[in-house]
């Protein structure tokens, strides 16, 4: 299956800084790249997500770029706020398995 | 939200005990899944199935068996339950390539 690697695992940033967080995945022919939100006492969410035809795809203040060659995607947050603050999960999907890196705990310090 | 549910929420349950999870969904998915999340472990697949009565082993299938006799439903079993199977469960649904909705999330405890 797909061996999907994520880090930092947890990553500590000031009211205003920039966060990015990335993501390597082992199947090329992964052709679709999500990003999850997971606050506290609830199931992930999906944030954003690209497929392989796109480099780069942006949502007010996430974005999320890929780079097919060398197999990883990142996620940005700028300016992060507070409300940031929650776990971050990339996904590969090879097959019909869905794998998940192990986490990555956002903490934004006002 | 996606119509995605888990029951029950919480559960307390002794040692050798058999416990049973459900994952319950409205979107009519073809997929779904049963992962188990611990810290420092991120997000680990027990099982999944992509039809009914199709199912396949994850990553952490031991000690685990599931079963799916409609779309809808996605049992969870343990057998015996033991003390390291406590942990927060979460099903998940999705049509392939595209986005997994999950569910709340089921704390298990094992005494």
């Known amino acids: 299956g797909e061996n999907v690697e994520q880090h930092p695992s947890t990553l500590s940033v000031q009211e205003g800084d920039s966060a990015v967080i990335k993501c390597t995945y082992s199947?090329?022919?992964?052709?679709?790249f999500p990003w999850y939100k997971q606050e506290l006492g609830k199931g992930p969410q999906l944030i954003i997500d690209?497929?392989?035809?796109?480099g780069e795809k942006k949502d007010q203040r996430i974005a999320v770029t890929l780079n097919k060659t060398a197999k990883h995607f990142s996620l940005h947050i700028t300016e992060t706020q507070p409300e940031d603050s929650a776990v971050y999960f990339c996904e590969g999907n090879a097959g019909n398995m869905l794998t998940f890196g192990g986490g990555t705990r956002l903490m934004v310090k006002p | 939200d996606a119509g995605i549910t888990q029951s029950p929420r919480h559960k307390v349950t002794e040692t050798g005990t058999p416990v049973t999870l459900r994952c319950h969904q409205t979107?009519?998915?073809?997929?779904m899944y049963w992962y188990r999340q611990d810290p420092g472990h991120g997000l680990r697949l027990i099982h999944y199935?992509?039809?009914?009565?199709?199912?396949d082993k994850g990553e952490v299938s031991d000690g685990y068996s599931v079963s799916r006799s409609k779309t809808e439903d996605f049992l969870l079993t343990l057998e015996s339950a033991t003390s390291s199977q406590t942990s927060v469960y979460f099903c998940?649904?999705?049509?392939?390539?595209?986005?997994?909705?999950f569910g709340q999330g089921t704390r298990l405890t094992v005494v």
């Open positions: 998940a649904i999705s049509e392939g390539s595209l986005e997994a909705f």
């Open positions: 690209i497929r392989s035809n796109v």
């Open positions: 199935s992509y039809g009914v009565k199709d199912t």
């Open positions: 199947d090329s022919a992964s052709n679709y």
């Open positions: 979107e009519n998915h073809r997929y």
